[in-house]
């Protein structure tokens, strides 16, 4: 309660300094921000504000705003896809160097970042009514402004010249780089694309068809609200909106917004109706390639656009419309006997044209059939008699209008695919319909906390008095299906005598082997004493215990107990004799035989499945490789070191966070910052795979050049065909079977996350029930999301 008195009472203290400073504002060297107390530096009127704002998720961004409107508006980001500063942050603007500052981190050992990139010294600076943030030297030169460097957002007097961009935000509240951008051309055309393509036409969505007007055009928005472009001489040579009287305290802002679209917003301020559009570039939300994810096609409808999948394919994440559609598995290769296609027709639905072979002349029958009989073709696009054949996966899907573009898609005849429904009112009550679910499930669940709490009470009540009650007898003894048990330190002294026989060393402690009298008799087991001086060892230890805890499953190694007593943090685990995988795999003299290495592979893919999809609260291990995998007396594998792992929320799917893992088996998307799921596992895994075929590491200098790194050594043999023997050398493996399984794995290592198969796939496949389709090229498709 006194905390909320506090808080209260601070909060209307710096509303007061707000309001306090509402003077025409020149910032002088010496001042400085702090994202609780004098947060921000406020323009004249205090309409804009320079300095730290909340972020939606916790934390705070420095940047520019709309301070004196209810909304706070963020027109400018710095480094937006930074991650969040916390509430003990600085902002300096320097007395000695006249410089801008961001210092974040405990006092002593701050990470400087310089806001603005500027040579000399600034002798003030000054927020602007504009909403512009200016520094300036003693001349009243400007040395840096805000202006210059736009995120997504363009506002009056700021204009956007020419090699610049826009980029859209990833949502309305998360501001960090989005999947749209808006580029001014040095061929004098406006034009929006995907991310990460080229700035050629088949992947723009919008231009404002003013190709070669000169090389110095630059958009405009005037405070009238007019739109324009200007040639270097200042000739207003298109006008994409005309000005119209605009009343004062009218505020004006174009943006690029998350869905990919750019609107003009005005905001009455006497009116606190809010934002309301007064221009868009399109009124086809369909427009903006990329909307909706791979292999799914976005159909408009006038409030909003929505994804469906193609016929015959799923979402790969119920909740995410951008995450894409995959195939089942099951429509693997098409020779098969016992599996029946057909082509499915869409009409008006359009996608990327990367067809690999064009039949002209023929008619839609005759297209069908083509693509029917040729093992390659996933799908195709017939229009005026001509049949373009594809692959998957299918890119920048979207119905479009009025044409005469027919879709064909390849389905499995069994399966009964119909596309879900396509009426947006039939969607509104299917989605109606989840959300009761999803209430009832709330409320179930959280009876079912209740009285799990409940039970708990009564139960750690009971364990409590039940462990005062047996006095401790000098052995330590437990039986084999409890959950993890606390020692003291002391007795896991005596158990590995005194820490003496080391037998390994993981992320973050060294392993030594001790005894344990079971009911059984003795029993031998592994202690890892994690380093104490880490501050992430305690966190690895909390998620090492959560996860570990939680998981019991035969393919991960058991966590039998742990101290937090007495100097050192230790982890409790059984013994597993024959070491790590990566110690028999990579010495010559303990090869392993084909079939063993395949039984092994089986095991680390039913541990991660588990993981993955059969515990209460879904794991990514996020750290698997040969080192990881330990391996029992009867050979069966064991994954460990939950170190890394990370837990996902309950409906969360996929979780933005900084690199984890180990070099050469971390997943692409780690590197491209973003979102990171289940399938980051599926490439290590692939990783693994591949060593388990070749029995040798990832990476391998020793080699001749072009076998250096496995991946690639890999794919050149499996394109070359009839070179598939010399990735497992001398041995004898049965051509079929290695063919399978390299596939396996070259599906496992795709750059796409959505493109990989899930972990249970991935088992379906290396039992040999299922077909498994012709990979593509790992670095292919690369994701625009
Ligand atoms: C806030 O800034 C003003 C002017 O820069 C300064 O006078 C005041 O002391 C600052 N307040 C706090 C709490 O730092
Ligand atoms: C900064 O804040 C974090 C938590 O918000 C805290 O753990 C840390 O000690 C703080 N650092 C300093 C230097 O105050
Ligand atoms: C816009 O810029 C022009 C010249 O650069 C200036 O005269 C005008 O006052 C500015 N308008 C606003 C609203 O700042
Ligand atoms: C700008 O456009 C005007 C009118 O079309 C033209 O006369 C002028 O040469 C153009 N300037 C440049 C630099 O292209
Ligand atoms: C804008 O205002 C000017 C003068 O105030 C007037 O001449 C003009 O007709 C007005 N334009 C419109 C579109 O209302
Ligand atoms: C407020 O804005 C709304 C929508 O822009 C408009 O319909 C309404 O007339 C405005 N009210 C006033 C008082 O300006
Ligand atoms: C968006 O643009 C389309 C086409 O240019 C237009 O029909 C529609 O009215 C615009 N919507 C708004 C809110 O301006
Ligand atoms: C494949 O799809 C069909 C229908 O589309 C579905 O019944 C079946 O369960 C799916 N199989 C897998 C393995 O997801």
């Given at each position: ?5 506090i808080f209260?009472?601070?909060?209307s203290?710096?509303s007061?300094?707000?309001?306090q ?6 910032i ?5 921000l ?13 309409l ?7 972020r939606?998720n916790?934390?705070?961004a ?5 301070a ?9 980001t ?15 603007f320097t ?9 974040t981190?405990q006092s002593?050992?701050?990470?400087t ?7 000399s ?18 001349d009243?030169?400007?040395l ?5 460097y736009?995120?997504?957002t363009?506002l009056?007097?700021q204009?956007?010249s ?24 040095s061929d004098?055309?406006?034009v929006?694309?995907?991310k ?16 070669g007007t000169g090389?110095?055009?630059t958009?405009?928005?005037d ?14 040579f ?13 505020i ?6 998350w869905?990919g ?24 939300r ?11 096609f ?6 909003e ?16 419309r951008?995450?894409?559609c ?9 020779k ?8 499915e027709?869409?009409d ?15 008619s ?12 390659n073709?996933?799908a ?6 001509e ?6 996966p299918?890119?920048?899907?979207r ?26 009112t ?6 109606i ?5 999803v209430?009832?499930?709330?409320i ?25 009650r047996?006095?401790y007898?000098?052995?330590t003894?437990f ?10 330190y002391?007795?896991l ?6 820490f003496?026989e080391?037998?390994g060393?993981?992320s ?47 393919n991960?190694?058991r966590?039998l107990?742990y101290?937090?007593?007495?100097p050192?943090?230790?982890?409790v ?8 995988l990566?110690?028999?795999l990579?010495t010559?003299?303990?090869q392993?035989?084909?079939v ?8 680390i ?21 040969p ?7 009867n050979g069966?594998?064991?994954i ?17 966070t ?10 692409p ?10 399938k ?34 890999v ?19 049965e ?5 399978r ?10 750059d796409e996350p ?8 991935v ?9 498994i ?8 498709f690369i994701?625009t999301?």
């Amino acid at each position: 309660m006194h905390y909320f008195i506090i808080f209260f009472v601070l909060l209307s203290t710096s509303s007061l300094a707000t309001a306090q400073q509402r003077r025409p504002s020149n910032i002088r060297p010496g001042s400085s921000l702090t994202p609780t107390k004098n947060s921000s530096w406020l323009s004249s009127s205090g309409l804009y504000a320079f300095g730290f704002y909340q972020r939606p998720n916790g934390g705070y961004a420095v940047g520019v705003f709309l301070a004196g409107i209810p909304e706070k508006t963020v027109t400018w980001t710095f480094r937006r896809d930074d991650p969040p500063v916390s509430a003990n942050a600085t902002l300096l603007f320097t007395a000695a160097d006249g410089r801008l500052v961001l210092q974040t981190g405990q006092s002593g050992q701050e990470d400087t970042t310089y806001i603005a990139d500027i040579a000399s010294t600034a002798s003030y600076a000054s927020m602007l009514d504009t909403g512009n943030f200016v520094l300036y030297n003693s001349d009243g030169g400007r040395l840096w402004e805000s202006f210059k460097y736009p995120t997504d957002t363009l506002l009056p007097n700021q204009t956007l010249s020419a090699e610049m961009e826009l980029f859209s935000s990833v949502s309305e509240t998360d501001l960090s780089t989005g999947i749209f951008r808006l580029k001014m051309q040095s061929d004098g055309n406006l034009v929006q694309y995907p991310k990460n393509t080229p700035d050629t036409a088949p992947y723009s969505y919008w231009s404002s068809g003013t190709y070669g007007t000169g090389d110095k055009v630059t958009l405009n928005l005037d405070v009238d609200g007019s739109l324009y472009l200007l040639n270097a001489t200042g000739f207003k040579f298109r006008n994409l909106r005309r000005g119209v009287n605009t009343t004062r305290g009218t505020i004006l802002m174009m943006r690029i917004d998350w869905d990919g679209l750019f609107r003009l917003y005005s905001y009455r301020v006497s009116n606190s109706s809010g934002w309301s559009v007064v221009w868009n570039s399109t009124g086809n939300r369909c427009d903006p390639k990329g909307l909706c994810g791979l292999n799914s096609f976005c159909i408009s409808n006038d409030l909003e656009p929505g994804c469906r999948c193609l016929p015959g394919f799923a979402r790969v994440y119920q909740d995410n419309r951008i995450s894409g559609c995959e195939r089942n598995f099951t429509a693997e290769s098409c020779k098969s006997k016992d599996k029946k296609y057909t082509l499915e027709e869409l009409d008006n639905t359009v996608w990327e044209d990367i067809s690999y072979s064009v039949l002209p002349q023929i008619s839609k029958e005759e297209c069908s059939q083509a693509c029917l009989v040729d093992c390659n073709c996933e799908a195709a696009l017939f229009t005026d008699g001509e049949c373009r054949k594809q692959r998957l996966p299918l890119r920048y899907g979207r119905r479009v209008g009025d044409s005469n573009i027919i879709a064909l898609i390849k389905v499995e005849e069994t399966s009964k695919s119909s596309i879900d429904g396509v009426s947006p009112t039939r969607d509104g009550k299917k989605e109606i319909r989840a959300n009761i679910i999803v209430i009832i499930s709330c409320i179930f669940g959280a009876l079912i906390l209740v009285i799990v709490a409940i039970f708990g009470i009564i139960l750690h009540r009971y364990h409590v008095s039940a462990y005062r009650r047996i006095p401790y007898n000098g052995n330590t003894g437990f039986c084999g299906d409890i959950a993890p048990r606390s020692f003291s330190y002391a007795e896991l002294e005596r158990m590995t005598d005194g820490f003496r026989e080391e037998i390994g060393r993981g992320s973050s402690g060294i392993v030594y082997k001790g005894t344990v009298i079971m009911n059984d008799g003795e029993k031998f087991v592994a202690a890892k004493r994690l380093e104490k001086v880490l501050s992430t060892g305690e966190k690895e230890f909390q998620t090492e215990i959560k996860v570990i805890g939680r998981a019991h499953h035969r393919n991960l190694l058991r966590l039998l107990g742990y101290s937090i007593d007495g100097p050192n943090k230790v982890l409790v685990y059984e013994y597993m004799s024959n070491g790590s995988l990566a110690d028999i795999l990579f010495t010559p003299e303990k090869q392993l035989n084909w079939v063993e290495r395949m039984g092994i592979a089986r095991d680390i893919a039913r541990g991660i499945l588990y993981l993955h999809d059969e515990c209460e609260t879904q794991i990514i291990h996020c750290d698997i490789k040969p080192q990881n995998i330990l391996m029992d007396e009867n050979g069966c594998a064991k994954i460990s070191d939950f170190g890394m792992a990370k837990l996902m929320k309950q409906d969360q799917t996929k979780t933005f966070t900084g690199i984890r893992g180990t070099r050469g088996y971390v997943a692409p998307e780690w590197h491209r910052k973003l979102p990171v799921t289940v399938k980051a596992d599926v490439y290590s895994f692939g990783i693994v795979l591949l060593e388990l075929i070749c029995c040798r590491k990832n990476v391998d200098q020793s080699l001749p050049e072009d076998q250096v790194i496995l991946e690639e050594w890999v794919y050149q043999s499996f394109e070359g065909g009839d070179q598939l023997g010399q990735l497992v050398g001398d041995e004898e493996v049965e051509p079929k079977q290695l063919e399978r399984i390299i596939k396996v794995a070259l599906w496992c290592i795709l750059d796409e996350p959505s493109l990989r198969p899930s972990m249970k796939k991935v088992l379906l496949m290396l039992e040999g029930t299922v077909d498994i389709p012709t990979p593509p090229d790992p670095t292919s498709f690369i994701s625009t999301i």
